[in-house]
């Protein structure tokens, strides 16, 4: 991304745009996310449920949620018993953590360079950030070294299913899908899908807050964390709770039937 500055143009890595609009917009985010906005169901109601699901019994562990946000996933894991860590690069969202969980220790920083020391933690979560890292392996590294051996490391993101889907629009159709489509009355065919696309991804979180996150493919992901010491043990598609279709059921029968987000359960050799 580039920024124009006195006539001349700097580059802003998506990680810095990232904490730009998370600290410009962070307030508005989280207010649609706790009045249940369409737009959020899939967080509250899919990613959420399905996280904390996920990591199972967690009680006397010492947790680190990387990308913690406003510590909606925080205030869960320690009602299971968890002693937690939140660290985020939005000190908007970071304090509004710190109003939600006032005992927990949260910290400003990026998740490229933790603050924190070696072996520190049982478990590292991350939901729905690890996509706004180009490069995962520094990431995993850094994952890696805060983790005991033998910790566990859960992180959801864009399922390939849903990565895969491509968009296509005419005058007679709006299409979102992966496979072949066929028009009975033309007899024209359409084939879609993006299974080995891996792109940077451009779209509005709410209005005015534009984002941007890399889409990768499973192979890539995998190989990442391999070679950053981590061995895959888990894959878990999510699944909607049923809280969800109150409020928009038509999403709710397409991601019962499509997954929308995966969650990685990766285990540090």
Sequence with gaps: ???KLNNSYMIMTVEKHTKKMYNQFGKEYQRTRKEKHNSRLYNEFLEVPCMIKAIGNIKGKKLLDVGCGAGVHIKKYISKGAKCWGVDISRTMINMAKEKCPNVDFKIGSMTKLPYENSSFDIVTASLS????KDLIPVFKEISRVLKKGGLFYYSNESPVASARERYEDKNFKIVGIGKFFDKK???????GKGWDERLVDWEMVPGMLMKTYNKTFRTQLKNLRESGFELIDFIDCKPTPTFKKYDPTAYELFSKVPLFSIY?????
């Design 1 to 3: 991304m580039f920024i």
């Design 265 to 269: 359960v990766s285990q540090k050799k």
């Design 186 to 192: 033309t007899g024209k065919q359409i084939a879609l």
């Design 130 to 133: 690890i996509d706004y890292i």
